[in-house]
């Protein structure tokens, strides 16, 4: 560096973008260059939260992927992807004469259950299951095994068993789907299948399908038995898209 009476004098660059001859060596300009020391960590990401203003989202969890977000900062978030469809919206346990799941999610197209494990405290009868506490809005035809009798109900639960569920028997497992559950201007069809030994120790198929007459949303299920406590069984309720 050529230098007059001892003392250095820096050379010149030429910019192009801001038109002006920089020095070289002799500290900081700005060309609104984003700063490096933005970011702290591995997979941090830089995102816009205004109009030429930028700031730092952190990395995410393992697994969790990047999601438009309008209420956070950046307009961006780290969330758990959504796998086949279908989100685990509780785990419940039964127990009493009544178990209720209550403010069900309404974001979901249907609702699909499984209930197994279901034993009874004091007697052996059939277990069910009323939309919104509200037995009368539903109507179902059940088939037990390859029989051609039906048990036909114009106004009745949505019921998981076609026949009494023995009580000590926890070997049972119901699935089924409530479909356009969150509609408050159309009626609702449901279909369910499930295996249970009964009070004669027989064990039983049987599956079930209707509809459920209200254009109210559902937002809870209540399961019970037709006599007696429940004392075991789990509930898996999941939301699908």
């Known amino acids: 560096m050529a230098t007059i009476s001892n003392t250095p004098r820096p050379g010149y660059a030429w910019d192009s973008t801001d038109n002006v001859w920089y020095p070289i060596g002799t500290g900081t300009h700005s060309h609104s260059e984003i700063a490096k020391t933005i970011v702290d960590a591995k ?26 977000d309008s209420t956070a900062a950046t307009g961006l978030k780290w969330a758990t992807p959504v796998t086949g469809g279908m989100t685990l919206l509780s785990t419940t346990t039964l127990s009493g ?35 919104n506490a509200n037995a009368t809005i539903t109507s179902a035809i ?9 048990d036909a109900r114009n106004s009745d639960y949505l019921f998981l068993s076609i026949a009494n569920v023995l009580r000590t028997n926890s070997s049972n497992s119901w ?7 969150a509609s408050t201007t159309r009626y609702k069809t449901h279909s369910m299948q499930g295996i249970f030994t009964n009070d004669v120790s027989a064990v039983v198929r049987n599956f079930s399908f ?32």
């Open 43 to 68: 997979g941090d990401i830089i995102a816009a939260t205004a109009a030429d203003t930028v700031d730092r989202l952190a990395v995410g969890a393992n697994d969790t992927v990047l999601t438009a």
């Open 142 to 150: 059940s088939v037990a095994d390859a029989s051609t009798s039906l």
């Open 210 to 241: 209707g509809g459920i007459a209200t254009t109210s949303a559902i937002t809870s299920l209540e399961f019970s038995s037709a006599g007696g406590n429940l004392s075991t069984g789990t509930v898996l309720l999941y939301g699908v898209k």
């Open 97 to 131: 004469a009544t178990t209720t799941i209550s403010s069900i999610n309404q974001t979901y197209n249907s609702l699909f259950f499984i209930v197994s494990g279901v034993t009874n405290a004091t007697a052996s009868n059939r277990f069910r299951l009323a939309p």
């Open 175 to 181: 699935s089924g789907y409530i479909h356009d559950y």
